[in-house]
């Protein structure tokens, strides 16, 4: 259905890298969404009163609150999509990020008033009323939610958005649910046993773990989370494809919302070079960047003496003084100056965030063995945290 769908109503719907068609997807997943989980919270809330069960009236909320978590989304993608104005020169990307974070609030508030009432129905048993129309009408529901994992899941990762993820997991989670209610609606019937609010605490059980996982990947991003392992991959092997590029570090990467990725890096290039034609390969790089990889780049060139036997000799120095320490910490920005005392070194030491010692402590560590080797050495060390 939602491949018909997006063949009718979204222009170029192939070209997923395309902002409007991303938004469109999303709007149009958004009101598949709407609409499925109306109908399917009605039809539950219908049947939770007629037979008088607390499990699935609360499945009939869970899918009421879907209903609401869709138009969020949908709203979400809407203002996420806004141009950039003088308030907010990035973009309003982020906003999608937000609506996912209200959604969570919302399920997690459900679930309390719904632990309530299956609370209730615990210290008061009954048998609710379960007619063959009703267990349909639950493994209907079941079926639909499947489809709707399926390609919430799909799209999802095709547009790399964690609403729509988020969304699937949510689907999976409903058919869980559903299934719960099911069985134990199937156990009330043939059986006559009162099972219905422990069932019922199951689906609380459900509603508050897809909350939580929605809580956590929206407030992820919000707070500034590591980028992607291999998008960092594929910008290093990009920049190191150009002939001229000797090194690649201080990559940081800036996310303001799907589809709106800014990043800065520093180049290592040849201090003998000519500025003109770096300037050039630089400005080349970043115009590849945004058109392979979707991202707006800004790159420092770093110049790196090459040659030089003397500044070759301690860098090599240098880096098996490190790797005495730890074979993790890398140097970068590499250079040599005289000084009354001798030979000073000036580097940046790049070490892991969960690094077990302080960044004075390691370049004082890394001081001592290089003057243990030569005391004529003097060194000026900045330490760096390595996210990649």
Known sequence: MITLLSRLFIKNHSDIKNPSVRRAYGMLCGALGIGLNL????GKFVAGVLSGSISITADAFNNLLDAASSVITLMGFRMAGQKPDSDHPF????IEYVSGFLVSVLTLL??????????EKILHPQIPAMSPLVLSLLAFSILVKCYMYLYNRK???????????ATAVDSLSDALATTVV????????????????????AVC?????????AARDAVSPLLGQAPDREFVKQVHDLVLSHEGILGVHDLIVHNYGPGNILISLHAEVPADGSLITLHELIDTIEHQLHDELQCQAVIHMDPVLVGDEETD??????????????????????????CPEGTRLLFDVAAPYDFPMSDADLADIIDRKIRDRNPALRTVIEVDKQQF
């Open 313 to 338: 000799r301690l860098c090599r120095l240098t880096k098996k003084c490190l790797a005495e320490i730890d074979t993790s910490l890398t140097i970068h920005d590499f250079r040599i100056a005289s």
């Open 91 to 94: 973009g309003h990307g982020r």
């Open 39 to 42: 109908i399917l919270s009605l």
């Open 110 to 119: 459900t679930m309390i008033e719904l632990i309530k009432s299956s609370f």
């Open 155 to 165: 799209l999802g990762k095709r547009l790399e958005s964690p609403s729509m993820g």
């Open 205 to 213: 059980f459900f509603i508050g773990y897809a909350g939580y996982e």
């Open 182 to 201: 099911l069985t134990g609606a199937l156990i009330s019937r043939f059986a006559g046993l009162s099972v219905d609010g422990w069932c019922g605490l």
